[in-house]
């Protein structure tokens, strides 16, 4: 199976994760039961093929992930508004997928507290006002501006401003 698949897949193919509760636990069982096999092959009668055609997988399936991040020669050539965009959907697209995952997983959800439910509400919700255009607040200023006043003119006027700003504090 693990010329196939990965030793999380073969581990839940039989029925490990009714033994142990975290993922990683799973993995090093698989883990520790090829090693143990590989090292003593005959004993548990398996051919010298099979171990060298699950090991080539294993390389294959590890080299995969590694080729997935590759960095161009030169990163200062590197287009940053188009990568903070991407990261931008990747991250929306990845808390979708695990909101989707907590509904579906009980025991993940109860784990999970609230105060860090409520902050992602909290943040979705104002980045949601802010995308349709309704902004969780609104504020208008209204200007006349004189293009012939003078700057004492307006110097005047701000000494008025804050005249009223400090008595409207003081009561």
């Not at 520790?32 to 003593?40: L, N, S």
């Not at 903070?84 to 990747?90: L, N, T």
């Not at 980045?127 to 307006?154: C, D, W």
């Amino acid at each position: 199976m693990l010329a196939i698949k990965s030793q999380y897949r073969v581990g839940l193919e039989y029925g490990l994760d009714k033994l142990f509760t975290k993922p990683a636990q799973i993995f090093n069982f698989v883990n520790k039961v090829y090693r143990d096999v590989k090292e003593d092959a005959k004993e548990y009668g398996v051919s010298q093929d099979i171990v060298e055609l699950v090991e080539k997988a294993m390389e294959d399936r590890r080299r995969k992930r590694h080729d997935l991040v590759t960095l161009p020669e030169d990163p200062g050539k590197l287009n940053i508004k188009s990568l903070v965009v991407g990261v931008r959907a990747k991250s929306w697209l990845l808390l979708d997928k695990k909101l989707d995952w907590l509904i579906r997983n009980k025991k993940a959800f109860r784990d999970i507290s609230a105060v860090a439910l409520a902050k992602m509400a909290s943040i979705t919700f104002d980045k949601a006002q802010i995308l349709s255009g309704e902004a969780t607040e609104h504020i208008a200023l209204k200007a006349q501006v004189n293009e012939r006043a003078s700057s004492g003119e307006y110097l005047t006027q701000l000494l008025g401003i804050r005249e009223r700003t400090a008595e409207t504090d003081e009561s």
